[in-house]
T-cell receptor
């Protein structure tokens, strides 16, 4: 079963604009990760935020986490056509297995 | 940069046939995962190995799916017999030992069952 639910399911923007994707989850977590998947390819890890963190930055990426609302957001600033991909949040509930539960993803299209 | 290798990249098979996928994780990564990803969905964990041992196969349909990692390095996922509903992308991922949470994914095997 999938814990995370991304919103929106699809997002289309122009190059240079910012893109914001949201993720909600149901149970307590140890950390939350965001992955990118280009069409027909494997997933690539983007950024991880721990349960005791509220915000994290990496290049053009900004992730926030609100554990009281069980939600996270991923902001991509100054988007590029190469950012076109599906973005997934994945939650790690803790434990020795380091098991990830993925959401359904947001399909981002950045138009040149 | 080291990568997770998977083969084949694409597989078309008829229902009731057997099919197998292979994965070679990044060298030194003790944890290996097999996921199934249906089109338009996120990956769902099928089985997780720690070295050669299965630590989670709760979502693996054991009547038709099997997985092994005999020497704790590469791994094989088998489906026998394949059903139409098995059409999906099969992804392998590995994770470094310790408290590194990041998973590294291979390119996947796209399975089509006809």
């Amino acid at each position: 079963s999938q814990q995370g639910e991304e919103d929106p399911q699809a997002l289309s923007i122009q190059e240079g604009e910012n893109a914001t994707m949201n993720c909600s989850y149901k149970t307590s977590i140890n950390n939350l990760q965001w992955y990118r998947q280009n069409s027909g390819r494997g997933l690539v890890h983007l950024i991880l935020i721990r349960s005791n963190e509220r915000e994290k930055h990496s290049g053009r990426l900004r992730v926030t986490l609100d554990t009281s609302k069980k939600s996270s957001s991923l902001l991509i600033t100054a988007s590029r056509a190469a950012d076109t991909a599906s973005y997934f949040c994945a939650t790690d509930a803790g434990g020795s297995n380091y098991k990830l539960t993925f959401g359904k993803g947001t399909l981002l299209t950045v138009n040149p | 940069e080291a990568e997770v290798a998977q083969s084949p990249r694409y597989k078309i098979t008829e229902k009731s046939q057997a099919v197998a996928f292979w994965c070679d994780p990044i060298s030194g990564h003790a944890t290996l995962y097999w996921y199934r990803q249906i089109l338009g969905q996120g990956p769902e964990l099928l089985v997780q190995f720690q070295d050669e041992s299965v630590v989670d196969d709760s979502q693996l349909p054991k009547d038709r799916f099997s997985a092994e990692r005999l020497k704790g390095v590469d791994s094989t996922l088998k489906i026998q017999p394949a059903e139409l509903g098995d059409s999906a992308m099969y992804l392998c991922a590995s994770r470094k030992q310790g408290t590194s949470y990041e998973q590294y994914f291979g390119p996947g095997t796209r399975l089509t069952v006809t």
